[in-house]
Every structure is written in C-alpha cells, then in structure tokens.
C-alpha cells in the first residue's frame, strides 16, 4: 500500500466499507474547507476578495454557521453583502434600463423567441450573483484530483484493484463523474477493464440497496414484526445518498 497525500485519503473512505468512498471524501474535504474559510483566512486579504466575489451557496452557508464561529462569518458575511450591495445597485440601474427599452418596442418586436431577451440577459447577471460560491469551486477542485487518484491508484496498485473490486460503488453522481474522468485519462484495456468492473459494482450495489429499502418497507406489515431489520434500518438514508450525492449528513 503506497501512502501519500492525496491516496491515504481515498484507503481511509475504503477501508470505511462506505456507500460511496467518494461522498466521504467529499466530506472530510468540506469540513476542511469550512475549518479554513472560517480561520485565519478570514483576515487575509486575498481571500476576502475572493469571498466578496462569489460568496457561499445555502450548503455551505449552513456548515459554517453550524461549525459556530458566527463572529467570523459574520466578518464575512458583512463585507460579502457590502460587495454584492454595489453589485446590485449597478445591476438595478441597468434592469431599469433594459425594462424602458423593452416597454418602448413596438409590439411585433415583442414577438417570439426574443421577447424580453434584453431584460432576461441582465437578470441573469442576479442569478450569477445569487449562485456563486467559491467553497463550491474548491471542493470541485479537491474532488477532480481524487477522481484521478483513483483511476491512478486502480491502474498501477493491485492491492488498491481488490479493494476497490469488494466495495460497495458510488452514488449515482461520482458514479457518472469517475466514468468522466476514465474516459479522459484511461486507454486501451485498461479503460474498458475499468468501465466493466465499475458498472459491475454499481449495479450489483443498487440492486441490493434496493432490496434493502424494500425490506424497510415490508417491516412495517405487521405481519414482519418479529423478522430481523438485517441492514434496512438506515435504508431510507442511504439510499437517498446512494441515489442523490450524500444529501443528508452523518
């Protein structure tokens, strides 16, 4: 087993034996993101500018108010708001704008496909503002280099193929983003060797989780009161997650 910055995290989300190595991944690597966006670089500038920018979306919002230092979010939160104030205000003067241009067209201009194109095209610049969040690029950024870790790893390490071949898949977003990344770095006999073991993993997993939630279900029939829950007590849960990229926590 060959250790190093970025492998020692993808052996730790395996040998989780984990719905999806990638999702815990993806967790250790937001909590460090939040550890860091609300620690010392609360005070530095260049991140400051770049939070100004682009903020926080909801999720993110929500793991750092939760991780309790609220008086440096709200350092944030004041210079962020400050920033997206000017924003606005310019973005409000040409919406106006673009609303008077669009009222005085004659209304065979108002027509079809263009029919408050202009308007359109400046409140999307609102929804640029309201949707940016720069954790969001960092956690792709980490996330990118972990999909390729993996595929490095699966290539060159035949202890890592075996864990990997005894793992229980993905969710049905890293699923589709490891199957990305394969077609871009992987060649030959090697892809196609990847792409039949991935499928195969993924498959068998889905099927079985839904034998899982089924049995859930069933529990509830008076009728399976006193048969063993086996591993559907959390089902509900996971496959949520299985299905929808780790959405609830813990």
Same mark, same amino acid.
């Given at each position: 087993?060959?250790?190093?910055?970025?492998?020692?995290?993808?052996?730790?989300?395996?040998?989780?034996?984990?719905?999806?190595?990638?999702?815990?991944?993806?967790?250790?690597?937001?909590?460090?993101?939040?550890?860091?966006?609300?620690?010392?670089?609360?005070?530095?500038?260049?991140?400051?500018?770049?939070?100004?920018? !682009? @903020? =926080? *979306?909801?999720? /993110?919002? #929500?793991?750092?108010?939760?991780?309790?230092?609220?008086?440096?979010? $709200?350092?944030? +939160?004041?210079?962020?708001?400050?920033?997206?104030?000017?924003?606005?205000?310019?973005?409000?003067?040409?919406?106006?704008?673009?609303?008077?241009?669009?009222?005085?067209?004659?209304?065979?201009?108002?027509?079809?496909?263009?029919?408050?194109?202009?308007?359109?095209?400046?409140?999307?610049?609102?929804?640029?503002?309201?949707?940016?969040?720069?954790?969001?690029?960092?956690?792709?950024?980490?996330?990118?280099?972990?999909?390729?870790?993996?595929?490095?790893?699966?290539?060159?390490?035949?202890?890592?193929?075996?864990?990997?071949?005894?793992? !229980? @898949? =993905? *969710?049905?977003? /890293?699923? #589709?983003?490891?199957?990305?990344?394969?077609?871009?770095?992987?060649? $030959?006999?090697? +892809?196609?060797?990847?792409?039949?073991?991935?499928?195969?993993?993924?498959?068998?997993?889905?099927?079985?989780?839904?034998?899982?939630?089924?049995?859930?279900?069933?529990?509830?029939?008076?009728?399976?009161?006193?048969?063993?829950?086996?591993?559907?007590?959390?089902?509900?849960?996971?496959?949520?997650?299985?299905?929808?990229?780790?959405?609830?926590?813990?």
């Amino acid at each position: 087993m060959k250790l190093h910055i970025d492998t020692a995290p993808v052996w730790e989300a395996y040998k989780a034996d984990c719905e999806c190595p990638l999702c815990a991944i993806r967790e250790k690597v937001e909590a460090q993101q939040v550890t860091y966006f609300l620690g010392g670089s609360v005070m530095e500038p260049d991140q400051r500018i770049e939070v100004n920018a !682009k @903020g =926080f *979306c909801p999720r /993110h919002f #929500r793991q750092m108010y939760a991780a309790g230092n609220h008086l440096g979010l $709200g350092l944030m +939160l004041h210079t962020y708001l400050k920033n997206t104030n000017e924003a606005l205000r310019k973005n409000a003067e040409r919406l106006c704008a673009a609303a008077g241009t669009e009222a005085g067209k004659p209304i065979f201009a108002r027509l079809g496909k263009n029919k408050g194109a202009e308007l359109t095209n400046v409140v999307g610049e609102v929804a640029q503002i309201a949707q940016s969040c720069v954790m969001c690029e960092r956690v792709r950024d980490n996330m990118e280099r972990y999909l390729y870790t993996i595929l490095h790893m699966y290539k060159h390490e035949p202890e890592f193929q075996k864990q990997f071949a005894a793992s !229980k @898949g =993905f *969710c049905l977003n /890293h699923y #589709r983003a490891l199957l990305d990344m394969a077609a871009q770095h992987l060649t $030959g006999q090697d +892809l196609a060797r990847f792409v039949q073991e991935v499928t195969r993993l993924e498959m068998e997993n889905l099927s079985r989780v839904e034998k899982e939630i089924e049995w859930y279900t069933l529990k509830f029939d008076y009728k399976n009161d006193d048969k063993p829950w086996g591993n559907s007590r959390d089902a509900v849960k996971r496959t949520i997650n299985k299905v929808r990229d780790q959405v609830i926590d813990g």
